[in-house]
Every structure is written in C-alpha cells, then in structure tokens.
C-alpha cells in the first residue's frame, strides 16, 4: 500500500480563473522521503492542503494512507502530522506548553514518543519556558516539527519547512528527516530548493500545476539525454551575449559562476566555439562537460 | 470532554499572559463606569446667561439676582446692549440672553403688564430648551411674588389654587447615576462578549493556529466551545466587578435578587458569543473584526434606550431596537437593580434574550459552516 496516493488531482480558486493544480497524480511509498520540487505558485501548498483535509479539490481523487481525503478526512487528521509553510503555533505559549498541547490534543504524552523528537528537540530544549513568538527561525522549524511529529504520525507532511531557514540549519533539518525516515514514517516535503531535491527518495518536479516529470533524483539526471557545459570566461555578461546570438546555442543560462550551455547539435565543433570567443575579446576560457544537476533538469523540463 | 478541558487549560494560560486582555476586563469596568456615569447627565447646569438689562431698577435687579441664585446659570456678560450679548452667543461664550426693557419697573407697576425678551442659542437644543425653560420658570415665579405685593389681599383667599406635588417612584432623589450605571455595566459585557469573542477567534484564523488545530483529531464545535466558554466566564467576572464598583462608588445595590442578574447575565452571554462568532466567521483578519465588532456595538448601544429612551425613538427604530439583544439586558438590569423586579416580571425579556441567543448562534453556526 502506498502512503499517498494522488489522481488527476484538479484545483482552481477565484471560481474557476486561477488554475492551481491541473490534473496532478503521483504516489508516494510507504516509508520514503518523496521531495515535490517547483518553484513558488507552482501549487505545492494548495497540494498539501488537499491532503491534509484543509481544502476540497475540485475534482480528482487521493488517499492518504489508505483513507479517501474526503471520505475519511476524521481517520486522516488523526494519523497524519502536518508542518504548514507558515509558523503556525501558540506564539504566547512557551516551547515545552505547546508541545504538550499538541501532545495531548492526540490523546498522547511527550514522553511516550519522546524518542521521536529527542534529537530535534535536544536542540529547542534549553529554551523550553520561552514563548514559541520569540524563537529564533530555525528554533520554530525544530519546534513545529516536534509538535508535527509528538503523536507518531503514519505520514508527515512539511510545506517548504527550510524556506528562510539558514544552510547550517537546513543540512540538519534534512539529516533529521533521514532519521524519521529509518522509524517508518513516511514524508512529503516540498521545497523551492533544487539542491535539497538529491536529498529526497524519489521526487516531482512541479510547475504551474502541472507535474513534469516523476522519478529519483538520479533518475531524473540520467533522463537528461543531452550534453550540457559549463563555459566561463574572465568578461561573463559579454559571454551571456555572445553564447545567446550564437547560432549553434540551444539554451544557455547563468548558472552560478559559469554559464550552462546546450547546443542543437550534439557534436558542436567545441575548437570552433572556442576560436570564436577568443576572437570576440574573452580570455581564459574553459569549456567542460558536465553532469547535469536537478536544477538542470527542471530548466529542460520547463518548456 | 477531555479535547474541551485541554482547550481551556490553553485558553486560560494565553489569557493570563495577555497583558491587553486583563487590563480589559479589570481596568476597563472600574476606568468607564466610573467616568461615565458623571459625564453621561442630563441635567443642564452651568447654563451661560447675558443679561441686557435697560432698566436698572428695584425690580430688574431683584429678577435678576433670583435667576443668578437659582444654581443653573452662570452670568457670562452684563450689558446694556443687545448686539453686545448676541455677539457674545456667537463666540459661544452664553447660551441664553435676557432681556429687560426700559421702563420695566415703571410698565409693570403703572400699566400691570411688561416684556421680558428671552432668546437661546439652539445649537444645543437641549441646553436651549432647558435653559429658556428655567428662565421662564423663574420669571413666572417672580411675577406671582411681586402679584402678592403689589395687589390688595382681599379679606379671604378665594382665588382656586392647585398645587401638585410629585413623588418618583424607584429613584426618590432622581438620581441619574442609578439610571446610567446598569445600563452602563451592560454595554461594558456587550463588548466582552461580542468584540473579544470575534477577535480572539479571528486571531487564530489569521496566525494560522486554526488551520493546524483542524488537522488533529479536534473536531470544530470543541474548538469553538474551547473559545467561547473563556470569555463567556470573563462575561460574568465582569459582571461582578461591574456591580462592585458600582455598590462601592455609587452606592448602588440590587434591590432584587442577584441570582436573576446572573441568570439573565448568563444567557445574555450566550447569545452575545453568537453574535462574536457571526463575527468572526464573516473576518478575515483582527483589523475586519474590530471594525465590524465597533459598528454592530455602536448600532446595539444606540438603539438600546442606554443613552436616549426608546419611547422618544421613530416606530421603525422600536422595532430595531426590539431585535436588539442589549435593550432587554437593559431593560432587566434597570428593572431588577431598581424596582427589585422578579422573574415573573421579567418573563418576556428572558424570552425574548432566549430567542436571540438561539438565532444568533444558529447563524454563526451556519455561516461557519458555509465559509469553512
């Protein structure tokens, strides 16, 4: 049985003017880290909010742990732990009350699945008796997800749970969900973050309600049937210029401090192109080979 | 039960540490129903009077020296000239000008009859009413005194007189205060119970609290039960301190039973948090709450016979005022604080609080329902 399963999921708001989701399926494993990667407005949330009960779809069906989210939507609150985007917990309440809130709410205590969010909450601990409000960024991610977590959920939903978090935090964040990972819980997460994409079991690229292509993030890589470069020279906005008028050039965008460039034709004479920059004024110029990442990816996708 | 008990530890925990919120219910009462009483009087004193006086007589001044000692004016201006006492009503600086023509004293005792010129400045026109009407009543006074002088008693009083004494039932002293103060305390439960209710729950709604209670096994009604119930138990702390104070300063203490206050308080309660709730299922955020809570408190507290008695009101803005929650709350307070009304005699108001609380809540229930 999978964890969640999404068919031809369609939302719209406004009365049908602004298409948020168009015909979405996927499914996720049960016990694995799936990753849905778009950039914002791409309709992540308005997913997520499908699956947890908090929004109708329009049409479309999916299941969570094996329970409609329509039908079951009371089985579903109770078995699911939920991270919204967006801190959303008792700011006036202290570290340790919201926990317990949460805890018992889901007729259980902190100490029975303690071990779940002891290595998260280790961290968030010495500040127990101060109020969630005055908790540094990083600090509430933790917090929320222990109170996402404090009931033992079979599925644990976190909506973009690293945005504005630091990158420190952010390896850490993912670490732990590695470990929630190992107790059989499953997870979706959703990120703008390309680079957190290799980090996820199998993953969706999403755009503009649409899904565009579900796999492994190294599925994903080996599905890049062209061969992509990194060029730099010492002059790199002449080199934009100059890589974008030429005439073999299929794609080419910044990328960092090179530029990622594809040709029409995959045996481009690469001396020529060489020759010819070096003729337009740049110097040191490297032209590699490279593997593409995610990011890559989701740029060919796109269109 | 359990879900209920867990929400109001919570709820109780955020409203201890919520510095604005006990101010509000502990500093608000003592703070509006001390100053209101004393700023909310009818009673027009210190009314600014310019005498134009042509005449400087005996009589003239003797007229006027009985209106200056009557307590109601205050003498803004002494002059001969009309133009100077009307220049004066136009800086606002007297309200009410008299008159007094030359040859007063003269007209009066050789011809038995003369004019006093009376004008007011209508801005106010309660003041003005009053005012000319307090002038005229001392003129009418001092003619009968010099009418008693002047003419001959005959040997036997035959002239018919009646004199009317009046005697004010449940407020011997006409004290306005005990009339202000319930109807006051009133007003000051309203807003707990309809504009706290609805903020705090938008509040939720807009930090996104509620949206994460809706994904646990919480179902809707015990969260907004975990909601009400604390400010309906505010309500009647309020209620208590409310009557304290007003035993303490006032002076004022039921003269009927406290157990048909707190009957009536409480489900006065109830129907209020309906109409928080109606509220706040319409608000998106606290901003909207607030407005919509102040427009609906304002329009409640108008039409409710708190400031201005529902009898001088139009047929159309009775009947408002009969679908207004606060008139009956008001009605009983004044009633049972007053007259010492029982539950008898105030059956139809509890009736009519009863059908409002449950029109009020079914509305919110099933706006809740439609926006969620």
Known sequence: MNAINVENITMTYNKGKVKALNGVSFSVKKGEIFGLIGPDGAGKTSLFRILTTLLLADSGYAEVAGFDVVRDMKSIRKIVGYMPGKFSLYQDLTVEENLKFFATIFKTTVKENYHLIKEIYVQIEPFKDRRAGKLSGGMKQKLALCCALIHKPEVLFLDEPTTGVDPVSRKEFWSMLRNLKKEGISILVSTPYMDEANLCDNIALIKDGNILTVNTPNGIVESYKEKLYSIKSQNMYQLILDLRSYEETKKCFAFGESLHVTFKNDLVDLELLNNKLKSNGHENIEITEITPSIEDCFLALED | MRAIKILLIKEFQQIFRNPAILRMILVMPAVQLIIMPFAANYEVKNINLAIVNHDNSQYSQQLVNKILSSGYFKLSINTQSYDVALNSVEKDKTDVIIEIPSNFEKDLIKESKTKIFVSANAVNPSKAGIGSAYVMGIIREFNSAILAQLVQQPKFNNIPRIEATPIFWYNKFLNYKMYMVPGILVSLITMVGSLLASINLVQEKEIGTMEQINVTPIKKWQFILGKLIPFWIMG???????????????????????????????????????????????????????????????????????????????????YLALANPVTYFIEVMRMVIMKGSGFFDVLPQFFALIVMAIVFNSLAILNYHKTN
Not at chain 2, 256 to 284: C, D, N, R, V
Request: negative net charge.
């Open chain 2, 236 to 318: 009647i702390v309020m209620l208590t301190i409310g009557m304290t104070i007003s035993y303490l300063i006032f002076g004022i203490f039921p003269q009927g039973s406290f157990g048909l206050i707190y009957l009536f308080a409480a489900f006065y309660l109830i129907g209020l948090l309906g109409i928080g709730l109606l509220i706040s299922t319409i608000a998106e955020t606290q901003l909207q709450a607030n407005f919509i809570g102040f427009f609906v408190i304002m329009f409640f507290n108008m039409l409710s016979g708190l400031f201005t008695p529902l009898d001088g009101m139009p047929q159309w803005a009775k």
